[in-house]
């Protein structure tokens, strides 16, 4: 997604693109779409509290994408169950007990 969202910076600075607020608006928005993630995954490094939510958010988005690669079958189906069994496997280490209380969301003694 970052690279995507650089190209089309690149585009819009060498190209002279038909809507120019309409491609602004698109490279801004991969470009926070891609960094969105790694903020939340280095929330997660840190234990922080606040990175759980996106995090899981990232993992839910991940399983439509998942269900359109199976749709395609091929090689395409085995991407489908790479990225859905990861995308479960963080889930599930998200809601776990013990992650939840290193991140001070669980219950305290």
């Avoid at 038909?18 to 993630?37: F, N, Y």
């Avoid at 234990?47 to 395409?76: D, E, F, K, T």
């Amino acid at each position: 997604m970052a690279g995507f969202g650089v190209v089309s910076l690149v585009k819009l600075i060498t190209d002279k693109p038909d809507g120019m607020t309409q491609a602004v608006t698109l490279s801004v928005t991969v470009l926070a779409l891609a960094v969105l993630p790694l903020a939340a995954a280095r929330g997660l490094w840190l234990c922080r509290r606040w990175s759980r939510g996106p995090s899981m958010i990232v993992q839910l988005l991940a399983l439509p994408v998942a269900w359109q690669l199976l749709q395609n079958g091929g090689i395409y189906a085995a991407l489908a169950a790479v990225l859905a069994v990861a995308a479960v496997g963080v889930l599930a280490c998200l809601i776990n007990p013990t992650a939840t209380e290193a991140l001070g969301i669980g219950p305290r003694a």
